[in-house]
């Protein structure tokens, strides 16, 4: 089985989940793990459900009244602040990668031997 993380890493120094509260931690992270899921049903959302609806009913809907573009520009920008609040330094760069390892299980520990990683900005295209 594979475990998915993510991997921050602040002005070129990667974020470490033992140099932070659990609380902290699961602040930085949630944000991450729920923005794509998000971003892809909202983005489908649209040309899915509402037009077809809409058009089964012969009512021809206008994409100004809905979001039907990624916000993830917006996102970023966001979040940069909320990390440089969380970790209490400026953040001048950030970047995210969504880390895919498996798991090495051994008798006296559990070690993760890191097998993928793909650009926070892939995850939902």
């Given at each position: 089985?594979?475990?998915?993380?993510?991997?921050?890493?602040a002005?070129?120094?990667k974020?470490s989940?033992?140099?932070?509260s659990?609380?902290?931690?699961?602040?930085?992270?949630?944000?991450?793990?729920?923005?794509?899921?998000?971003?892809?049903?909202?983005?489908?959302?649209?040309?899915?459900?509402?037009?077809?609806?809409?058009n089964?009913?012969?009512?021809h809907?206008?994409?100004?009244?809905?979001?039907?573009?990624?916000?993830q520009?917006?996102?970023?920008v966001?979040?940069?602040?909320?990390?440089?609040k969380?970790?209490?330094?400026?953040?001048?760069?950030?970047?995210?990668?969504y880390?895919?390892?498996?798991?090495?299980?051994?008798?006296?520990?559990v070690?993760?031997?890191?097998?993928?990683?793909?650009?926070?900005s892939?995850?939902?295209?």
């Amino acid at each position: 089985d594979t475990l998915k993380v993510f991997e921050l890493t602040a002005n070129e120094k990667k974020i470490s989940p033992f140099k932070v509260s659990a609380q902290q931690w699961d602040k930085l992270m949630l944000p991450l793990c729920y923005y794509p899921i998000i971003e892809c049903h909202n983005n489908n959302y649209f040309k899915n459900d509402i037009e077809r609806l809409m058009n089964k009913i012969n009512i021809h809907p206008d994409t100004t009244d809905f979001y039907t573009t990624k916000e993830q520009d917006k996102f970023l920008v966001w979040y940069k602040q909320y990390v440089a609040k969380i970790i209490k330094t400026s953040v001048d760069s950030l970047q995210i990668n969504y880390i895919i390892t498996s798991p090495i299980i051994t008798l006296n520990s559990v070690q993760l031997k890191r097998t993928n990683a793909i650009s926070f900005s892939k995850l939902c295209q």
